[in-house]
């Protein structure tokens, strides 16, 4: 079969072309099938046509541009699987057409599967058309959503211009279509999250003016993404054809110039009319897909684009409900305003019609969700509906009254019939997702699990363990797996005006039933108060025995002020997303409200403290930190999180002695506490007990194996020289830091492409952290740029200093940097600074290969036994291994 570098190819898809245009439009699939076999490519050109439809003068002089750019050499090199065309290696062609050819390609640096689209020669010619493909390819890398392709890289390699995107591993919503119609459900969800991504496209002006099911890609995991953004415009988009359309590329991935900017079919009124358009047009376009998907049919029918635009002009499509006879009003009348032919009685932004839909799926789920009583069809609805988290400290007391159920009997756990003994408590769902109350999903739940440390019987996941679910759909089953608990605690909420409804289960995973299901309405402005009487009644009604030392505890702790309670849960809320500076002013400002509530006071500590030693330091939030956690222990002695957080600042900050006995004292309470048993790990792994580290870091995996899972890991492993075991307890993470200690192991091994290549990653992530920085100079080390290297760590060296502390841990990391490049004297002198500072981790010390290039230097020798003579010190105080 020809190929499409040569004209046999191109005068054949012409005469394939016209024959097919004599056909109806629902034969020619047929037809493109019967007469292009196994030709690929070839039906990939022929669908790109038919699906334009576009003019026969237009199409001919395509073709025939096509076969001249054959003729003239002007056509995109076709690169082979394993070709190299820059950093990319080719893995296999993905489509081609008269703009180039686009392939699945992996970069070479970053490990990552990229598609990658080598425009043609003739398209570059003119600084104009150059300068225009720029500015249109970075506002599309601009619009940096979930929803929206993402572009990595617009480059020039050996004269072709390329563009590098993420690769979608999924259909086209066209591939969906083409099985017919789409469940509501997943209809509503896929038009919500176009919505989003429009949005922002919108937001910063651009609209995308081509919306259609082959501009739109459905991820495996269901997340969607919307094609074409701005490059679509590089076919001299500022033209017009004869009959007044603006003109420009249209089909997908690899497109033709010269075809009408919009597809008839999803083409609003005043795009066909020739008129000017703004974001309303996507809006219609958005509209006619969601019809498609509820009717199984597009909401205008023809044979031709004129046909079509007619339709769209001048007739009014059927009711969805002609097609989808059990389609509620609510929902037809949603997608009626989508498609009015009049902007002016549109949705006028895509905003206002995702928050319909999700009105109208918040209704349904709720007469679902709340018909639903202790059974598994339960646990179906949730699975169906995969929108809410959970509101306000109502909900979190019933979920703690749940969850207590399970300690029974004279204050000690009754496994009862269900042998639960491991819990794990979800972000809870919004039944009516708003920005102004979603955080409160995540801060709740931990709220709730917060409360759990007080009981010593039952091993509850931490809040670090169940972020990943938030906004998820959860299957009940498949998450009590991940978490490796027995129990799930799952709840809803929906705030209707100033009363909440809230729903709440207990749900055996093992034997995916729901233990217990309870639903209550509360007005929202007496939750605080409702909280005491709902907790009597769920213990009274339970019978629940705790101990009197449980449930004085329990009893702490409740806040009484609610917008101080806000405030708190926000600044939780901002702080699981790595906002910290965000999370500071809300819990500053939950404690100038009500400066008696501790865990204000402990979270406060936390979110000082990361947010210093992320930013280098600063010994002014350091010292706020430590001020914090003391006010919230004068507040509650026994606040297990303000003991957790004191002691890692303890041990960051040059006083590990101090920190071991805090967090012992800890686990003599509640010895499944995994956190406590990870920090006592690092506060032994600061004093060179590393064996005992290794110990104390495996105890708290197997209570719960997330547990700090994106820190510092098994460094342990690391500096008893065990690289592949230390490895192996990395999470696969885009991580600057976890991809930092990686590219640090494989340097140890002598893996040094690897290890470049982490390196590389960590750097593009994170550049200004202290892992990133470090990055950055050992791939300068790598390839033998010792200068440049020195220079940057002297830059971060001087960063340290100047902005305050960074731990001593850290301190060590730079030092070995500046041996390994051959700086004696840096190494030496923040050798002994990380030593002085509280590091003094001498086992690692004597045998770390980096400090083999300073070892011979006379201020070595003291250096090092000041390093052992404070371990010695340290493992005569400490060195007992606990029971």
């Given at each position: 079969?020809?190929?499409?570098?040569?004209?046999?190819?191109?005068?054949?898809?012409?005469?394939?072309?016209?024959?097919?245009?004599?056909?109806?439009?629902?034969?020619?699939?047929?037809?493109?099938?019967?007469?292009?076999?196994?030709?690929?490519?070839?039906?990939?050109?022929?669908?790109?046509?038919?699906?334009?439809?576009?003019?026969?003068?237009?199409?001919?002089?395509?073709?025939?541009?096509?076969?001249?750019?054959?003729?003239?050499?002007?056509?995109?090199?076709?690169?082979?699987?394993?070709?190299?065309?820059?950093?990319?290696?080719?893995?296999?062609?993905?489509?081609?057409?008269?703009?180039?050819?686009?392939?699945?390609?992996?970069?070479?640096?970053?490990?990552?599967?990229?598609?990658?689209?080598?425009?043609?020669?003739?398209?570059?010619?003119?600084?104009?058309?150059?300068?225009?493909?720029?500015?249109?390819?970075?506002?599309?890398?601009?619009?940096?959503?979930?929803?929206?392709?993402?572009?990595?890289?617009?480059?020039?390699?050996?004269?072709?211009?390329?563009?590098?995107?993420?690769?979608?591993?999924?259909?086209?919503?066209?591939?969906?279509?083409?099985?017919?119609?789409?469940?509501?459900?997943?209809?509503?969800?896929?038009?919500?999250?176009?919505?989003?991504?429009?949005?922002?496209?919108?937001?910063?002006?651009?609209?995308?003016?081509?919306?259609?099911?082959?501009?739109?890609?459905?991820?495996?995991?269901?997340?969607?993404?919307?094609?074409?953004?701005?490059?679509?415009?590089?076919?001299?988009?500022?033209?017009?054809?004869?009959?007044?359309?603006?003109?420009?590329?249209?089909?997908?991935?690899?497109?033709?110039?010269?075809?009408?900017?919009?597809?008839?079919?999803?083409?609003?009124?005043?795009?066909?009319?020739?008129?000017?358009?703004?974001?309303?047009?996507?809006?219609?376009?958005?509209?006619?897909?969601?019809?498609?998907?509820?009717?199984?049919?597009?909401?205008?029918?023809?044979?031709?684009?004129?046909?079509?635009?007619?339709?769209?002009?001048?007739?009014?499509?059927?009711?969805?409900?002609?097609?989808?006879?059990?389609?509620?009003?609510?929902?037809?009348?949603?997608?009626?305003?989508?498609?009015?032919?009049?902007?002016?009685?549109?949705?006028?932004?895509?905003?206002?019609?995702?928050?319909?839909?999700?009105?109208?799926?918040?209704?349904?789920?709720?007469?679902?969700?709340?018909?639903?009583?202790?059974?598994?069809?339960?646990?179906?609805?949730?699975?169906?509906?995969?929108?809410?988290?959970?509101?306000?400290?109502?909900?979190?007391?019933?979920?703690?009254?749940?969850?207590?159920?399970?300690?029974?009997?004279?204050?000690?756990?009754?496994?009862?019939?269900?042998?639960?003994?491991?819990?794990?408590?979800?972000?809870?769902?919004?039944?009516?997702?708003?920005?102004?109350?979603?955080?409160?999903?995540?801060?709740?739940?931990?709220?709730?699990?917060?409360?759990?440390?007080?009981?010593?019987?039952?091993?509850?996941?931490?809040?670090?363990?169940?972020?990943?679910?938030?906004?998820?759909?959860?299957?009940?089953?498949?998450?009590?797996?991940?978490?490796?608990?027995?129990?799930?605690?799952?709840?809803?909420?929906?705030?209707?005006?100033?009363?909440?409804?809230?729903?709440?289960?207990?749900?055996?995973?093992?034997?995916?039933?729901?233990?217990?299901?309870?639903?209550?309405?509360?007005?929202?402005?007496?939750?605080?108060?409702?909280?005491?009487?709902?907790?009597?009644?769920?213990?009274n009604g339970l019978e629940l025995n705790l101990s009197a030392k449980e449930a004085d505890k329990l009893a702490l702790d409740d806040p009484t002020s609610r917008s101080a309670y806000e405030h708190y849960l926000r600044g939780v809320d901002l702080y699981a997303m790595n906002n910290f500076a965000g999370a500071v002013s809300e819990l500053e400002k939950a404690a100038a409200i009500e400066p008696r509530y501790a865990l204000t006071w402990a979270y406060l500590g936390r979110a000082y403290t990361t947010n210093a030693s992320l930013q280098f330091g600063g010994r002014e939030q350091y010292r706020k930190a430590r001020a914090a956690y003391e006010q919230a222990l004068t507040l509650n002695p026994n606040l297990i999180e303000a003991r957790i957080y004191m002691a890692n600042l303890l041990t960051d900050t040059g006083r590990v002695e101090e920190?071991?006995?805090?967090?012992?004292?800890?686990?003599?309470?509640?010895?499944?506490?995994?956190?406590?048993?990870?920090?006592?790990?690092?506060?032994?792994?600061?004093?060179?007990?590393?064996?005992?580290?290794?110990?104390?870091?495996?105890?708290?995996?197997?209570?719960?194996?997330?547990?700090?899972?994106?820190?510092?890991?098994?460094?342990?492993?690391?500096?008893?020289?065990?690289?592949?075991?230390?490895?192996?307890?990395?999470?696969?993470?885009?991580?600057?830091?976890?991809?930092?200690?990686?590219?640090?192991?494989?340097?140890?091994?002598?893996?040094?492409?690897?290890?470049?290549?982490?390196?590389?990653?960590?750097?593009?992530?994170?550049?200004?952290?202290?892992?990133?920085?470090?990055?950055?100079?050992?791939?300068?080390?790598?390839?033998?740029?010792?200068?440049?290297?020195?220079?940057?760590?002297?830059?971060?060296?001087?960063?340290?200093s100047e902005r305050g502390v960074t731990d001593p841990e850290g301190l060590y990391k730079v030092a070995e940097a500046y041996a390994e490049l051959g700086d004696h004297p840096d190494a030496l002198r923040l050798f002994r600074q990380s030593i002085e500072g509280g590091f003094f981790c001498y086992p690692y010390f004597e045998r770390d290969p980096l400090l083999d290039h300073i070892r011979r230097d006379p201020a070595f020798p003291p250096i090092l036994e000041a390093a052992r003579l404070r371990g010695e010190t340290f493992r005569g105080r400490f060195g007992a291994v606990r029971n």
């Amino acid at each position: 079969m020809p190929s499409s570098t040569s004209p046999e190819f191109w005068n054949r898809l012409e005469d394939l072309f016209h024959r097919a245009l004599e056909l109806a439009p629902d034969d020619r699939a047929q037809f493109v099938n019967d007469t292009c076999g196994d030709d690929a490519e070839m039906s990939f050109e022929l669908k790109s046509l038919l699906e334009s439809d576009t003019s026969d003068d237009l199409v001919q002089g395509m073709l025939h541009q096509a076969a001249h750019d054959f003729v003239t050499g002007t056509n995109t090199t076709v690169l082979g699987p394993g070709a190299l065309f820059s950093h990319y290696e080719i893995l296999r062609p993905l489509g081609s057409g008269g703009m180039g050819q686009v392939y699945l390609a992996e970069d070479t640096r970053l490990r990552r599967k990229v598609a990658l689209k080598a425009l043609r020669r003739r398209f570059l010619e003119q600084p104009d058309t150059i300068s225009r493909f720029k500015q249109e390819a970075f506002a599309a890398s601009a619009l940096n959503h979930p929803n929206i392709l993402t572009i990595f890289e617009v480059g020039e390699y050996n004269g072709t211009h390329f563009i590098a995107s993420e690769f979608v591993d999924g259909p086209t919503l066209r591939e969906k279509l083409s099985a017919g119609r789409i469940a509501v459900e997943e209809a509503i969800d896929i038009t919500v999250q176009m919505a989003a991504g429009l949005t922002a496209a919108h937001s910063i002006g651009i609209a995308h003016r081509d919306i259609k099911p082959e501009n739109v890609m459905v991820r495996k995991d269901g997340l969607v993404k919307i094609l074409d953004f701005g490059i679509a415009k590089l076919g001299r988009p500022d033209t017009q054809s004869s009959s007044g359309i603006r003109i420009s590329e249209q089909t997908r991935s690899v497109t033709i110039p010269g075809m009408i900017l919009g597809t008839a079919r999803y083409m609003s009124p005043e795009q066909a009319r020739g008129l000017p358009v703004d974001s309303r047009t996507d809006i219609f376009s958005l509209g006619a897909i969601l019809y498609e998907m509820l009717a199984g049919r597009s909401p205008f029918q023809g044979e031709t684009d004129s046909d079509y635009m007619a339709e769209v002009l001048k007739t009014e499509p059927p009711p969805i409900s002609e097609f989808m006879p059990d389609a509620p009003p609510e929902l037809a009348a949603i997608v009626s305003k989508a498609i009015a032919k009049d902007r002016e009685k549109r949705y006028q932004s895509a905003t206002e019609l995702a928050a319909d839909l999700k009105t109208y799926r918040r209704n349904a789920e709720f007469r679902l969700v709340f018909q639903t009583a202790a059974t598994s069809s339960a646990i179906q609805a949730a699975r169906r509906f995969p929108r809410a988290l959970v509101y306000v400290i109502a909900a979190a007391v019933l979920c703690c009254g749940l969850a207590l159920w399970l300690l029974r009997r004279s204050g000690t756990v009754s496994h009862g019939r269900s042998g639960i003994r491991s819990l794990a408590i979800l972000p809870f769902r919004n039944l009516r997702p708003d920005p102004a109350t979603d955080f409160l999903g995540f801060s709740l739940a931990d709220a709730v699990i917060t409360k759990f440390g007080y009981v010593t019987s039952l091993t509850v996941r931490p809040s670090s363990a169940i972020y990943r679910f938030r906004n998820q759909v959860v299957d009940p089953g498949r998450a009590g797996a991940e978490l490796n608990v027995d129990a799930l605690l799952t709840g809803s909420y929906l705030k209707e005006g100033d009363d909440l409804h809230i729903n709440t289960q207990l749900v055996d995973v093992k034997q995916n039933r729901v233990l217990w299901d309870n639903s209550m309405d509360t007005p929202y402005e007496n939750l605080l108060t409702v909280q005491d009487h709902v907790a009597r009644q769920i213990i009274n009604g339970l019978e629940l025995n705790l101990s009197a030392k449980e449930a004085d505890k329990l009893a702490l702790d409740d806040p009484t002020s609610r917008s101080a309670y806000e405030h708190y849960l926000r600044g939780v809320d901002l702080y699981a997303m790595n906002n910290f500076a965000g999370a500071v002013s809300e819990l500053e400002k939950a404690a100038a409200i009500e400066p008696r509530y501790a865990l204000t006071w402990a979270y406060l500590g936390r979110a000082y403290t990361t947010n210093a030693s992320l930013q280098f330091g600063g010994r002014e939030q350091y010292r706020k930190a430590r001020a914090a956690y003391e006010q919230a222990l004068t507040l509650n002695p026994n606040l297990i999180e303000a003991r957790i957080y004191m002691a890692n600042l303890l041990t960051d900050t040059g006083r590990v002695e101090e920190a071991v006995p805090v967090l012992r004292a800890v686990l003599e309470t509640n010895n499944n506490v995994a956190e406590a048993h990870w920090e006592l790990g690092y506060a032994y792994r600061f004093g060179g007990m590393l064996v005992e580290s290794i110990r104390e870091c495996g105890i708290a995996r197997r209570i719960d194996p997330d547990v700090k899972i994106t820190s510092s890991a098994f460094n342990s492993y690391l500096y008893v020289g065990q690289y592949k075991k230390f490895l192996s307890t990395l999470p696969v993470a885009d991580s600057a830091y976890i991809l930092f200690y990686r590219g640090f192991a494989e340097y140890y091994l002598h893996n040094y492409a690897q290890a470049d290549a982490d390196f590389t990653r960590a750097a593009d992530i994170n550049p200004d952290s202290l892992q990133g920085r470090l990055s950055r100079v050992y791939h300068l080390a790598i390839h033998h740029r010792r200068a440049p290297g020195v220079q940057l760590l002297r830059e971060t060296d001087a960063r340290i200093s100047e902005r305050g502390v960074t731990d001593p841990e850290g301190l060590y990391k730079v030092a070995e940097a500046y041996a390994e490049l051959g700086d004696h004297p840096d190494a030496l002198r923040l050798f002994r600074q990380s030593i002085e500072g509280g590091f003094f981790c001498y086992p690692y010390f004597e045998r770390d290969p980096l400090l083999d290039h300073i070892r011979r230097d006379p201020a070595f020798p003291p250096i090092l036994e000041a390093a052992r003579l404070r371990g010695e010190t340290f493992r005569g105080r400490f060195g007992a291994v606990r029971n």
